[in-house]
């Protein structure tokens, strides 16, 4: 490392005019650098558009079937009694329920007893439980062992779908074993050996019974009080008995539907806003760091706006295209949803308005379009936003790789200039010197 004299021979401040000198040395270094940032906000444009393609992937998942695309409102006349809801499978209808019976599950209560921890009171033997058809279970007691308590810890753990828990009436404690499903077929049966007396007369204090109800003059049993298989899409939960039929209705849900679309619409105008704001023109330039003019997000807009704006081929009904149903292109790309033109089709024909959405044999529709779309541009291994975002992670690394070195260039050309400078300082020390001697010789 050569000494550095620091202009004492020539009166140069040569630390400053290196530093000056660097700096501009430096300058390459600070453009790979600006064009890092630049790449990174690219990626950054990138990411944000992905995602909200991704939303917008989820929102059409949630409409690209039958069921999803139309939503059906289920309606009883009495809540009290039985409530109702109903999928986008259901069909509209009107019908009369009455509620005559209720499901419910077994409850057998043993004998009652003065302590639930106390031993020598629930007698011996082995007590065998058998639910519905299952196989028995058999829970082996002794009262030498065994208090209340331990015969219900016994029972909670051998495997049989019933449980057992004690309970005090403010006097004596009762062993209640309750079966765990309701319904005639998950009665509890037992042969009981022991003081528990629970296969006694009396002892059953609610039966396993199924559900009955009497819809348009048909009596249909049930083992829950959740019909789910009664009406195609409809789920009834029965809540009372009532004397007298109880009104239900199915109908379609214009407002369910409009939601669901309102939300494509919404999640499909972001993506649109965000692509199209790289190529907008406000008057001045966008810089280095935006996508104005990126060959992959034009393509992308333009896919996604000719899925939104053609005809559904394969369809043959009344609507055919998004603009039929309310749904129309603005000047600037973005979707707009008419709630009365769309509420006004899907009263007409709630089934057309879904197919327009779903994929059906036959036909492919736009939320199931559009699904294919964003599977196709962000393909983990070939997706063209994977790609693009790969092309961009490229050019990083190689601007890294260019600013190491760069960095290493600079180093040797700051150890170039130091040597320069201190043997101009040396050249300058010996001339001075040699002047000075020349100096007094003269005199």
Do not use: C, H
């Not at 021979?9 to 660097?22: H, V």
């Not at 006097?171 to 528990?196: E, M």
């Not at 003059?217 to 039929?245: F, H, M, W």
């Not at 790309?333 to 327009?356: I, M, N």
């Amino acid at each position: 490392m050569p000494v550095s004299f620091s202009g004492l021979s020539s009166g140069l401040d040569t630390q400053a005019i290196i530093a000056q000198l660097m700096t501009l040395e430096r300058i390459p270094i600070q453009r790979v650098e600006q064009r890092k940032t630049d790449i990174g906000q690219q990626l950054t444009t990138l990411a944000d558009i992905v995602t909200k393609m991704k939303t917008l992937q989820e929102k059409v998942l949630a409409m690209d079937a039958i069921g999803e695309a139309r939503t059906m409102l289920a309606k009883s006349g009495d809540e009290a009694v039985f409530e109702a809801t109903a999928s986008g499978d259901a069909e509209p209808g009107s019908f009369g329920i009455q509620v005559d019976r209720l499901a419910s599950a077994e409850r057998t209560w043993s004998k009652a007893f003065a302590s639930k921890t106390a031993l020598g009171l629930v007698g011996t033997g082995d007590l065998v439980i058998t639910v519905g058809s299952d196989a028995p279970k058999t829970i082996s007691i002794d009262q030498a062992t065994d208090s209340l308590e331990s015969v219900a810890a016994k029972i909670n753990a051998s495997g049989a779908r019933a449980s057992a828990s004690i309970l005090y009436d403010g006097t004596s404690y009762f062993l209640v074993v309750a079966g765990k499903d309701s319904g005639t077929a998950n009665g509890i049966t037992f042969d009981d050996p022991t003081a528990l007396d629970l296969d006694v007369a009396g002892a059953e204090k609610q039966a396993a019974l199924d559900s009955k109800i009497v819809m348009d003059g048909q009596i249909i049993y049930r083992p829950t009080n959740v019909l789910t298989d009664v009406l195609k899409g409809v789920s009834v939960r029965l809540k009372k008995v009532q004397a007298g039929a109880v009104g239900l209705t199915v109908d379609v849900d214009p407002a369910g539907m409009r939601a669901r679309a309102q939300a494509f619409v919404d999640a499909y105008n972001e993506v649109a806003r965000a692509i199209g704001a790289q190529f907008a023109w406000s008057g001045k330039s966008k810089g280095q760091g935006s996508l104005a003019g990126d060959a992959t997000l034009r393509d992308q807009l333009n896919r996604l706006q000719n899925i939104v704006t053609s005809e559904v081929t394969g369809l043959s009904g009344r609507y055919t295209a998004l603009s039929e149903i309310g749904i129309s292109t603005s000047k600037d790309g973005t979707l707009k949803l008419d709630a009365t033109e769309f509420d006004k089709a899907a009263r007409e024909d709630a089934l057309g308005v879904a197919k327009l959405f779903t994929r059906e044999t036959g036909s492919k529709g736009v939320a199931a379009q559009i699904d294919d779309e964003v599977k196709s541009a962000t393909d983990f291994a070939s997706g063209r936003f994977t790609l693009r975002r790969q092309g961009l992670d490229a050019r990083v690394t190689q601007a890294d790789k260019d600013v190491a070195r760069l960095e290493a260039q600079l180093v040797k050309t700051e150890e170039r200039l130091r040597a320069q400078f201190t043997a101009l300082e040396q050249l300058m020390a010996a001339l001075n010197t040699q002047g000075g001697f020349l100096q007094g010789i003269g005199r």
